[in-house]
């Protein structure tokens, strides 16, 4: 199985900030990664698909980078609404595997 | 309006089976990828496995060895997992996503639905 990590687990930071998330992934993956976010109670919602592609909706601070075994999900300028635990997701080889997660809290 | 329409919560008792839905609305299933995510209290996404849109299924056998079954009907527009063998370990909240095959990114989940494994 491919292994997806994630860097840091816990990032704590304030409104404004430009915050960088890393997923690694154990051998190579091309650009078939995708991140989602997640809040509280609620299902997984995506923002970048094939690494880098930001989905129809989704605010322009975020951006996605990377290719091969190592990729960046940034929020330009955070904002309150992005307080949340975002996952990476690998679609090269099955099982198509998550990152453990990064938790964004407020400084 | 797309949106994936889940079963209601389940309490099961250690060792049986427990059957989810996911009903699609504003897109027909056998053009997209459905995936099916589990997430343990206070934990990470896991995924299970996915239905291609031939109907073609591949799961996460080592983790489950055998216990999930996916399926889909095409008539009533509703995919289906099946886990059998229930540990407490399986309570969770089970979700299914759709993607557009080669898209590399699932744009529309379920609410989830929660199984407990309870004596």
């Known amino acids: 199985d491919i292994q997806m990590t994630q860097s840091p687990s816990t990032l704590s930071a304030s409104v404004g900030d430009r915050v960088t998330i890393t997923c690694r992934a154990s051998?190579?993956?091309?650009?078939?990664l995708a991140w989602y976010q997640q809040k509280p109670g609620k299902a997984p919602k995506l923002l970048i698909y094939?690494?880098?592609g930001l989905e129809s909706g989704v605010p322009s601070r975020f951006s996605g980078g990377g290719s091969g075994t190592e990729f960046t999900l940034t929020i330009s300028s955070l904002q309150p609404d992005d307080f949340a635990t975002y996952y990476c997701q690998q679609f090269q080889t099955f099982p198509w595997t998550f990152g453990q997660g990064t938790k964004v809290e407020i400084k | 309006q797309v949106q994936l329409a889940q079963s209601g919560a389940e309490v099961k008792e250690p060792g049986a089976s427990v059957k989810i839905s996911c009903k699609a609305s504003g897109f027909t299933l056998s053009s997209f990828h459905m995936q099916w995510v589990r997430q343990a209290p206070g934990q990470g996404l896991e995924w299970m496995g996915v239905v291609n849109p031939i109907g073609y299924n591949t799961s996460d056998g080592q983790k489950f060895q055998g216990r999930v079954t996916m399926t889909s009907d095409t008539s009533t527009n509703t995919v289906y997992i099946e886990l059998r063998s229930l540990r407490s370990d399986d309570s969770a909240i089970y979700y299914c996503a759709r993607a557009v095959p080669g898209s590399g990114g699932f744009d529309c989940w379920g609410r989830g639905t929660l199984v407990t494994v309870s004596s």
């Open positions: 051998q190579s993956i091309s650009d078939w």
């Open positions: 094939r690494a880098y």
